[in-house]
């Protein structure tokens, strides 16, 4: 029995040892969560400003501050393929007080090593919630033959190695004119353009390329003028801003992955702060200020929460591994 009694003192001990140091931990992360945010929040942006990603980014901490009566400041931070601003977030305090407002590059860079390195993975960051999805468009002069995918495909089987316009071999488009090359029996010359827009825009309209995938944003105002017109955008589902337009998905081409743009965190950022912004983010999606003023920029509001972001997330890294796989895009 003294034997029993000791024991009991002696683990009574232990869990009063082990109270006293978890309960400052548990403390602290109550009071940052109950008292979050107290100062302002800085959202990482991996890219130079003006962007589609720097755009939907201020549309999100714009709507953020209003709510949580904080300011909150996008930075930032290109370079590096979109792991500069990855990396800054990593290493980042996981307070609340530091977030990156991310694509796909920029929060799965180990699915992209063949094409550049980052000192970091996806494990590095806790995913909160996916915001929004771009539309990279497929688009031709206004003066072109084809008025429809269809036509453009008809028009590629009968006259093979057609330029097409694209942001590089690791971007959705040319993954989406891959499949669409397999599944339709076509070949295509894939020209890339590593500044982008900027440059397959020109390109597009010097008649250098026959087809340019382009995002819708930057090249609504050349539909509206009648200089360029699209034949698919490159999503599931056809997009709000543009709803006479076809998508790849609803063509029977299979997508890679959504191009999507969300918050993230680092990877120790506590549960209740994931929570409690994700479900603001959540409210927020739902607001027709913030649908309006995503739609005028040409963004589709894209809503995940935090759990259905990060298995989405996932599902994108297996598709594209296997895709780059299938390409010899895979570094020994």
């Known amino acids: ?32 969560s109950s008292s979050y945010p107290d100062r302002t929040i ?3 942006v991996p ?36 792991t500069i601003g990855g990396q800054v977030v990593v290493t980042a305090k996981p307070d609340g007080y530091t977030l990156g407002f991310f694509p796909i ?69 040319y993954m989406a004119m891959v499949g669409l090359a397999k599944k339709e029996n076509v070949k295509f010359v894939d020209v890339p353009f590593a500044g982008g827009d900027a440059e397959t825009t020109p390109a597009l309209l010097g008649g250098h390329i026959l087809v340019g995938a382009i995002d819708y944003s930057a090249i609504k105002s050349l539909v509206d003028a009648k200089k360029l017109k699209v034949l698919a955008v490159c999503t599931e589902k056809r997009v709000d801003f543009a709803p006479t337009i076809p998508s790849m998905g609803e063509l029977g081409y ?26 603001l983010v959540g409210r927020i999606s739902k607001e027709q200020d913030f649908r309006t003023r995503m739609k005028d920029m040409c963004i589709q509001p894209y809503y ?25 895009l895979v570094k020994k």
Request: aromatic share 12%.
């Open 254 to 279: 299979k997508l890679a992955y959504i191009s999507v743009l969300g918050l993230f965190g680092p990877k120790d950022l506590p549960d209740e702060l994931v929570k409690q912004i994700d479900e």
């Open 47 to 82: 890219y130079a400003a003006g962007g589609v990603t720097d755009l939907a980014a201020r549309a999100i901490s714009e709507a953020l501050e209003k709510q949580l009566k904080q300011p909150v400041i996008v930075v930032n931070r290109p370079g590096g393929r979109a």
């Open 304 to 328: 995940e929460d935090s759990a259905t972001y990060q298995k989405s997330l996932m599902r994108y890294k297996e598709t594209m591994q296997t895709f780059f796989k299938e390409e010899g």
């Open 105 to 173: 590059a920029a929060c799965l860079p180990e699915v992209f090593t063949y094409f550049f390195t980052a000192p970091y993975s996806s494990k590095d960051f806790k995913a909160i919630s996916c915001v929004a999805a771009t539309a990279m468009s497929y688009a031709v002069k206004a003066d072109a033959p084809w008025d429809t995918m269809k036509d453009f495909v008809e028009y590629a089987q009968k006259n093979p190695g057609v330029k097409v316009g694209s942001p590089g071999k690791q971007t959705l488009p």
């Open 1 to 32: 029995m003294k034997t029993m009694g000791y024991r009991m003192l002696v683990g009574l001990f232990f869990l009063f040892i082990g109270f006293s140091l978890i309960g400052p931990v548990w403390t602290e992360l109550y009071a940052a």
């Open 42 to 44: 800085t959202v990482v």
